[in-house]
């Protein structure tokens, strides 16, 4: 199974910004549909955003569409997460994750096979 590491997160203020990376290893990174989870403390894990094989297929969570970007290097095996105008409750572990492409992009943590160990993002108001 691929190998994820995420990294990037940090302490912001409101309405800045942060970009996410993922770092893959261990298997072929263009064979996978990715995608970016978050979880707040005492919630469940819920998707934020998915990208196809290629990245030209991509889907966001309402609360994230027009602030968040979601891309991937496939020459460089790396997705990323640009993050603007952030609000106090994107709050959370951001997790990377891996699963093998369908029809449809996947939006449930147990679609997904390989995860990456989490990176805080805490925005302060």
């Known amino acids: 199974q691929v190998q994820l590491v995420e990294s990037g997160g940090g302490l912001v203020q409101a309405g800045g910004s942060l970009r996410l990376s993922c770092a893959a290893s261990?298997?072929?990174?263009?064979?996978?549909?990715m995608a970016w989870f978050r979880q707040a403390p005492g919630k469940e894990r819920d998707i934020v955003a998915v990208?196809?094989?290629?990245?030209?297929?991509?889907h966001y969570v309402d609360s994230v569409k027009g602030r968040f970007t979601i891309s991937r290097d496939n020459a460089k095996n790396t997705m990323y997460l640009q993050m603007n105008s952030l609000k106090p409750e994107d709050t959370a572990v951001y997790y990377c994750?891996?699963?093998?492409?369908?029809?449809?992009?996947?939006?449930?943590?147990?679609?997904?096979?390989?995860w990456g160990q989490g990176t805080q993002v805490t925005v302060s108001s």
């Open positions: 994750a891996a699963k093998k492409p369908a029809l449809l992009l996947g939006t449930r943590d147990y679609e997904y096979d390989a």
């Open positions: 261990g298997d072929t990174f263009s064979s996978y549909t």
């Open positions: 990208i196809s094989r290629s990245g030209g297929t991509i």
